[in-house]
């Protein structure tokens, strides 16, 4: 049996989403006039507004994506090349050390391109950003900035309402990436006054591979892809029904509880973190104050602890975690959101969700609390101790 | 049954000693150990690490047994233990063994520690040996544990591994030595595992293009120094000690007749000492920091061997056993213990920095040995020794 601490990454899919996928796997072409195309596009549009409502936005600023990735390179590539088309000069752009490769490698391929100038904001050591230094970063040449709502690793919290409200003061667009946030988070693109958002449907109970863009009306965006002119020519492509409706229903479900998924995961996060962080060597990591932190996450810090053995003995243990990235041959590499904050130690993220139970939070507790302290390695303590077994 | 970790390296050894272990009914966990940060020829584009290659045969050829797959990134401590004094014991005019170096300090210091430290009862690689317990094939890991050589003499590798403890031994399994090299490749051919018909690696694996003194050049400065023959005239100049090995014949540069030999090197006064094949004849070593498969000295007559695949010849160790470390010249590490070994007939170019190795008078089991630090020398040059890291 494993104890799943991942839904950080992946969380299981909801009843509604699962139900709706069967429904209309078998979907016509939304775009047919026949009638079970319309069928089809009904569904579609339904999705759509269903989005919006749980979003606090107009179903007509929804664009369904493939996944956040699809959804931030719209936003990020979209937008700023929309400026630079109506600009003599080249656009700016300004995001933070902490964002997903999502938004920030399509950024850096624009300042290599030439396409934007770039300035990218250090955060702080919890991983969070300060609004002032955003603030400060702005030009009049800024044509759009990109700062995340939660980061994913730390499950740091930024203040985007503050932010909105001194770029809006300014003129600047703002996108957000709030793919981590939107599980245990309000998410209200209104009242955060918000220009642009992205969201992954498996982060909330979705399938894999759809994903939520939503752009504000009477933003210029320019399209990734062209094609058959779905989605108001921002999206080209058919429409993907089932995904879709999936995405909208695990979203209905998600905003649905969200409020007592909050107040419960704090409970459970908090009872796991003060367990673990019982034992030498391990500290949490991001913000202390837990109204700027995702009640979802716990993100550890291990003093002498290799990222493999850590990975090995979390896999023999059942217990399902984050503890990193793989690189292509397979072993981990470093976190680059961690250097930006300048910490060190080998990084765990146990994250948890809607499926979560006391029960599963205990079973981490005892499995955790025996394992860490085997996989320290000071080395010379680590070689006494086997030849003491053996003997 | 037994929670074994094997070490594989993509080669076709490990992939079928992992599949050995499976078929045994041993829970089995793969690990690939990323040792050697190679150029980036070797490496995926844009990710500044990792030999893939090697990397993917293994996670395919785990994937094909269905046992769980780990890559463990121990290239700092392979920089570190085996690297770094790969160049040194070179500039200090020895001739390091890097896998022994590695076998002793990454996969038993190291990955044994952490796989028994995560709770595996044992530590499974393709090395070509074979353990044996009161007479009988080890197949469960245990103690009073044997390291004898393998079955194919051609590939016996107890050498590299005489650096195992008793209690290391315990913990191992080595279910490859058993068979001859074309049984490996058939059993992988049958398993369906497609490092069947893979080539065998001889070269060091962090040098892959096999041009050891082209990868010191790249790390250890050029230190002329003159090249002399046995009356101590000067023959010629190199740039650099590390350049040469004992026993070496080519590329000395020399423009002579007669076939010489490097005889001797010695890094303080960056002597390079060349002569014919009779002042290579060694008759005694002295191996600093022994270490014994069945923890304690052997007593008697054994089989010596100086190098991976070369011919073990009889002799004893000293009587009087160990003798307290004192002064040595160019070396340090003054408390270690040291033996000598006295060998019946001479050996020839004997290295300083490479293993003795000692077997038993049958020339079956593998006793254990330690890193040469001193050995007979032709006479009118000073004995030097060295301490290799």
Partial sequence: ?391 | MARVLVAMSGGVDSAVAAALLVEQGHEVTGVHLKLADLPLDDQVPGHGCCTLDDAQDARRAAQVLGIPYYVWDLSAVFEQEVQQPFATTYAAGATPNPCVTCNERVKYAALLERALALGFDALATGHHARLRRAGVPVTEPGPRTELVRAADARKDQSYVLYVATPQQLAHTLLPVGELPKERIRSIAAERGLRVANKPDSYDVCFIPDGDTVGYLAERLPAEPGPIVDADGEELGTHDGVWRFTVGQRRGLGLDHHERRFVTAVDATSRTVRVGPREELACHWAELEGPTWTRGVAPTGPVRVQIRAHGRSVPGRLAPGGSTPGGSTPGGSASDAERVRVQLEEPVYGLALGQAAVLYTADDAVCLGGGRVTAAERPAGLPLASVSPG
């Avoid at chain 1, 494993?2 to 909801?14: F, K």
């Avoid at chain 1, 996928?21 to 507004?49: C, K, P």
Wanted: one cysteine or more; hydrophobic letters at 45%; proline letters at 5%.
């Fill in chain 1, 1 to 391: 049996m494993t104890t799943y601490l991942d839904h950080a990454a992946t969380t299981p899919p909801r009843p509604a989403a699962r139900a709706a996928l069967d429904s209309w796997l078998a979907a016509a072409n939304a775009s047919a006039t026949h009638l079970a195309g319309q069928a089809a596009r009904v569904a579609v549009e339904e999705a759509r507004e269903s989005v919006a409502t749980a979003l606090g936005c107009s179903p007509h600023e929804v664009v369904f994506t493939s996944g956040g990735t699809e959804a931030d390179n719209l936003a990020v590539k979209g937008i700023t090349w929309a400026a630079r088309e109506r600009s003599r000069g080249v656009p700016h752009l300004v995001t933070t050390a902490v964002e997903h490769p999502a938004v920030l490698d399509p950024a850096r391929w624009l300042a290599e391109r030439g396409d934007v100038t770039l300035t990218v904001v250090p955060p702080g050591r919890d991983g969070r950003v300060d609004v002032e230094e955003v603030l400060a970063a702005v030009r009049p040449a800024t044509a759009l900035v990109s700062v995340m709502a939660a980061n994913n690793e730390l499950g740091a919290v930024n203040d985007l309402g503050v932010l909105a409200a001194g770029l809006a003061e300014r003129g600047v667009p703002l996108h957000t990436d709030a793919v981590q946030a939107i599980a245990t988070l309000e998410v209200d693109v209104a009242r955060w006054g918000v220009d642009a958002l992205a969201l992954s449907a498996h982060k909330f109970g979705g399938p894999q591979g759809v994903g939520v863009a939503v752009l504000r009306r009477g933003l210029p965006v320019v399209p990734l892809a062209h094609g058959g002119g779905q989605d108001r020519g921002v999206r080209s492509g058919t429409f993907a029904v089932a995904l879709d409706a999936a995405c909208a229903a695990a979203l209905r479900a998600a905003v649905a509880d969200r409020a007592d998924l909050r107040a419960r995961l704090l409970t459970l996060t908090d009872r796991l973190a003060a367990a673990v962080t019982a034992v030498e060597g391990v500290r949490r990591s991001g913000p202390t104050d837990p109204s700027w932190r995702l009640a979802s996450h716990v993100h550890l810090l291990l003093d002498d602890v290799e990222p493999t053995a850590l990975a090995l003995g979390l896999d023999a243990a059942g217990v399902a975690a984050s503890s990193g990235a793989a690189c292509g041959a397979g072993a981990t590499k470093a976190s680059p959101v961690l250097e930006a904050c300048g910490l060190q130690g080998t990084p765990l993220r146990l994250s948890l969700g809607w499926t979560s139970t006391a029960a599963e939070v205990d079973r981490a507790i005892d499995v955790l609390t025996d394992l860490l302290p085997r996989l320290r390695t000071s080395r010379g303590s680590a070689r006494r101790s086997v030849v003491a077994e053996v003997r």
